[in-house]
T-cell receptor, first 111, second 116 residues
């Protein structure tokens, strides 16, 4: 089984930087995903980490430390459209490659 | 990129009726499909995993007789909510995984089910 924790809500200002943390406990770790989900829509893929370190994609970066069971999603130059839920999801290699999602972090970007 | 089509986008039905939701992979063969349920302001909860040609594997607490899943081909999986009740009202999302790409799941657009 897995236990995935992330903050429920965060607020940040347009143009700023925000870091959303995710901690997990799992056996047979086989990758961590970040998804963005706007209300009433399906999640959209943001990033994938399976090795330790930082993955950068434009304004979004994701970091993973497998030894600490820790990841974060970093959003730079925040825009109003970044207001959404951000879901951390972990895949276990011995669970048929299915994902288990954290509770999601609702980010509100204010002017 | 890979596309997963999910229909219908929304459905309103009377209590006691059954509703079928389809999930199709349009340009790839989906060896495995996943069905999730999401209540308002909550995260995705995995309901079941289906592999083409075999019985679905249901998560604990999900009634297999109520949520019928069929994965008859490599491009189509269906979820039927039988004898729906108001508490089944939720957002249902499917996702598909290909054998050749383990980095991403491809999500359908979701189905908002409202049971009156």
């Amino acid at each position: 089984g897995q236990n995935i924790d992330q903050p429920t809500e965060m607020t940040a200002t347009e143009g700023a930087i925000v870091q959303i943390n995710c901690t997990y406990q799992t056996s047979g770790f086989n990758g961590l995903f970040w998804y963005q989900q706007h209300a009433g829509e399906a999640p959209t893929f943001l990033s994938y980490n399976v090795l330790d370190g930082l993955e950068e994609k434009g304004r979004f970066s994701s970091f993973l430390s497998r030894s600490k069971g820790y990841s974060y999603l970093l959003l730079k130059e925040l825009q109003m459209k970044d207001s959404a839920s951000y879901l951390c999801a972990v895949r276990e290699g011995n669970a048929g490659n299915m994902l288990t999602f954290g509770g999601g972090t609702r980010l509100m970007v204010k002017p | 990129g890979a596309v997963v089509s999910q229909h219908p986008s929304w459905v309103i039905c009377k209590s006691g009726t059954s509703v079928k939701i389809e999930c199709r992979s349009l340009d790839f063969q989906a060896t495995t499909m996943f069905w999730y349920r999401q209540f308002p302001k909550q995260s995705l909860m995995l309901m079941a995993t289906s592999n083409e040609g075999s019985k679905a594997t249901y998560e604990q607490g999900v009634e297999k007789d109520k949520f019928l899943i069929n994965h008859a081909s490599l491009t189509l999986s269906t979820l039927t909510v039988t004898s729906a009740h108001p508490e089944d009202s939720s957002f249902y999302i499917c996702s598909a995984e290909t054998g050749g790409n383990h980095e991403k799941l491809f999500f359908g657009s979701g189905t908002q089910l409202s049971v009156l």
